[in-house]
């Protein structure tokens, strides 16, 4: 499946949980209604494990039929007279306790995924998404930072954080309850991209770090400074949470972000800065293989960059990267690159050719590629 077809399924799967929803009317569940969503969380991708899980974990057991919905009172009801329900150990969502915000933000998030970059912007709203899908705790972190439980943010009282929230765009009226925990829940309500655009707009406002300057003797620039820092290094943590792209062993967390976030193409051949930018993206949407093929592409691309002449250009290259080491090294490594590229399912897909499987040896072997890629091209321009 392409990322267009998977987004434009999950459209579609959207609208027809809206659908169901609306057709609920005043029943509390149905078969129809509860199968959608199942539909949905079985269709998405399993790196949002976490967030797939909890809303899992909202269904009722042993609901009871009545017609083709499903009554939760009636259900205590029975229960309490220990009758035998119609259709036991069948689990339901009920609509008064599912939380509908909460699968449309992992929607929205999915299909924000699954979509062409445009802008800078939308990578950094993709590492909000990858960081919320690997780091359980990532809502509730986030969620100290915007009441300030955070030192290094300002502290917001229960109205204060609903004139918060209200100012960046949403009717949520703190209820009185644990601030960081209430705002941990509405935060999983909220999509990647309102977090980015609105809230982180309306956190950075240039009132909120004067006031907190002066609340801790500490000049203004330096408070915006921390504060920052404190965001990034949350995301950067929550990208090696469980492990699903670490690679630290290998080459090392800050290099890992900086080459797929912060290291936008820049050459003057197009189609190589094509090449290198979608395989990143594939890459961070998750489908490794179009990753590596993309970028073992971009390698045979980046062999021509000094002459047509691909041997030539070659040399000229291995040349300029041998300032400090041996000419034969950097020429090794292109040739182990290259065979890899050959002999495996990356850039031939004949019988003879073995395909890569384990996920860790992808990971190793693109960022390999994508480090040497990044010194050409560095040496080069």
Not at 64 to 72: K, P, T
Not at 100 to 121: G, M, N, Q, T, V
């Amino acid at each position: 499946m392409t990322l267009e077809e998977y987004r434009d399924s999950l459209i579609k799967l959207r609208q027809k949980f809206l659908k169901e929803e609306s057709t609920l009317g005043t029943a509390s569940s149905s078969s129809a209604y509860s199968k959608v969503i199942d539909e949905i969380l079985d269709f998405i991708n399993e790196r949002a494990h976490h967030r797939i899980s909890e809303i899992r974990n909202t269904k009722i057991e042993n609901p009871i039929r009545i017609g083709d919905s499903f009554d939760l009172r009636e259900n205590i009801i029975r229960n309490n007279r220990n009758e035998t329900s119609v259709e036991e150990n069948l689990p339901s969502y009920i609509k008064e306790t599912f939380n509908r915000e909460k699968l449309l933000a992992l929607i929205d998030d999915e299909i924000f995924l699954s979509s062409p970059i445009k802008e800078k912007k939308e990578l950094a709203i993709r590492k909000i998404i990858e960081a919320r899908n690997l780091n359980n705790e990532f809502s509730y972190e986030l969620a100290k930072i915007f009441c300030g439980d955070n030192p290094n943010f300002l502290y917001r009282s229960s109205s204060n954080i609903t004139s918060f929230f209200k100012e960046a765009g949403f009717n949520f009226v703190h209820d009185g309850s644990t601030r960081s925990r209430w705002i941990e829940g509405k935060i999983k309500e909220i999509s990647a991209k309102d977090i980015y655009g609105k809230c982180f707009t309306r956190l950075f406002k240039t009132r909120d770090f004067e006031a907190l300057s002066k609340n801790l003797n500490k000049s203004f620039d330096d408070c915006v400074t921390i504060a920052k820092y404190e965001i990034k290094n949350l995301l950067d943590k929550s990208l090696t949470w469980d492990n699903t792209i670490d690679f630290s062993d290998v080459i090392g967390l800050n290099v890992k972000t900086d080459l797929l976030f912060n290291k936008k193409s820049k050459t003057t051949d197009i189609t190589l800065n094509d090449l290198i930018d979608s395989s990143k993206d594939f890459f961070v949407q998750g489908d490794y293989q179009t990753a590596i093929e993309k970028l073992w592409d971009a390698l045979e691309r980046c062999k021509t960059l000094l002459d047509n002449d691909k041997k030539k250009s070659v040399k000229m290259i291995i040349e300029k990267l041998s300032g400090e080491m041996e000419y034969s090294f950097f020429d090794n490594e292109l040739k182990t690159l290259t065979d890899i590229g050959n002999k495996y399912q990356i850039r031939h897909f004949e019988k003879d050719k073995k395909p890569i499987e384990d996920f860790m040896t992808k990971e190793y072997l693109y960022f390999r590629l994508l480090s040497l890629i990044d010194f050409i091209l560095s040496k080069i321009s």
